[in-house]
C-alpha cells in the first residue's frame, strides 16, 4: 500500500528547505522501500498568485485526505497591505482550524556542538533533550466570555480560560504515548494552586497516568517551571503543557539551543475518520531577508522529515537516522552562516542538505 504524503513548500525559504527536506524524505523512502507518494501544493504567498487565494479547498482536500503534510513556511512582504483573508498567515490559522491541529510537539534538542550559540552556559545546556506537548485549540486564547467593555466608569478587558476534560485527556495521552518512545518521564505544567482550570487539567492528567503505569509523572507549577527549565534543562523529557503556558515555555526553551534555524515541529490533529493527521513545519518563518539566497539552513525542516517517520509513520528507527547524520554534519564543523563560528566550513542551503545526505 503506498502513503500520501503532502508537500506544502510556501513561500521564502520555505521553498528552499522544503526541496531539501523532500530529498531526505525521498532518499529514506526509497532505502527502505515505503512507497511513500509526495504530491506537492501551493501554498500562502505563492498561492495567492497562481490560485486568487492563500489556502484553495483543493489544497486542503489532498490535506485530510493524505493525513501527512509537511509545511516549510508561508509569509511575503508583497502582502503585507493585503486584507486579512488575502495573506499568506492566513493559510496557517485555516490549516490548524481544518486539520484540527489540537496537539503542537516541540523537541528542544542541543547539540553540543552548537552550545556556544546559546546565551547558557555549557555545563547547564550540554545534552539537554526535551519534547514539549502543547495543548493548541483551547484554554486562556479561545475561551468565553472575552472583551473589552467599561464597568462603573472604568475599562476592563477580560478572557476565560477554559479546559473541558476531553481536550485534557486527549493531549495528555498524546505527551504519555510520546514519552514511551524517549525515557518514559512526563511533567505536567499547571497552575493549580490558583486556577480551578488547573485543577480539573491536574485530576485528568492523574485519571489518563492510570493507563501509563510504564511511564513516570510529576508536576510543576509554572512559575517555578520557568525558573527549573533555566537552572536545570537536562532533568526534564515530556513537559504536557496548555496552550498559554506552553506557548511561554517553548520560546523560552527555544533559547536553549540557539538558532530557531535548527528547531522542527510536529502537530497532530483531531479531524474525523481513520488515523489522525500530522502536521510538520519548522518553527521559524519564511525569512524575506534571505530568501533566494541559498542561504538557509534546512536542518530545521530535515528535523521535521525525522519527525514525520516518528509520529506518522511509527519508524522511530529512521527518524534516528536522521537526527544522527544531522549531528555527524555538525560535527563535522559544517554550518550555514546562522550557526557558524569561528573556524566552521559555511555552505549553502543545498551544500548542507547534500552533507546531511552523505551521511545517512
Ligand atoms: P523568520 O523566522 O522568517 O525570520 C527571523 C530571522 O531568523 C530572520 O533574520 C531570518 O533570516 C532568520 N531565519 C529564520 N529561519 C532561518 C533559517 N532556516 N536559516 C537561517 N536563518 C533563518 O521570522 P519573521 O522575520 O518574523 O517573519 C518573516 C515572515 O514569515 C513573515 O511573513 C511571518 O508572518 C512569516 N512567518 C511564518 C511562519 C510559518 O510559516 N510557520 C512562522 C513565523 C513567521
Known sequence: MSQKVVFLPGDGIGKEVAAGARQVLDECSGRHQLNLQVEEYDLGGTAIDK????????????CLESKIVFLGAVGDPRFDASP????????????????????????????SELIDASTLKREVIEDVDILIVRELTGGIYFGEPRGLETRSGNRVGFNTEIYADYEVERISRIAFEASRLRSGRVTSVDKSNVLESSQLWRVVVEEVAKDYSDVKLDHLLIDNCA???VARPRSFDVLLTNNM????????????TGSIGMLPSASVGATGGEGRVGLYEPVHGSAPDIAGQDKANPLAAIGCVALLFRYSLDRDDIACQIEQAIEKVLSEGIRTGDIAVAGSRVVGTCEMVDAVLERL
Not at 498567515?89 to 482550524?97: M, P
Not at 486539520?99 to 503542537?104: H, T
Open 51 to 62: 490560485h486568487g487565494e492563500p489556502l484553495p479547498q483543493f489544497v486542503l482536500d489532498a
Open 84 to 111: 486579512p483573508h488575502l495573506r499568506p498567515e492566513k493559510a496557517l490559522l485555516g490549516l490548524r482550524k481544518a486539520l484540527e491541529l489540537f496537539a503542537n510537539l516541540r523537541p528542544i534538542r542541543t547539540y
Open 227 to 229: 525558573m527549573q527549565l
Open 245 to 256: 503556558f506552553g506557548d511561554i515555555l517553548s520560546d523560552e526553551a527555544a533559547m536553549l
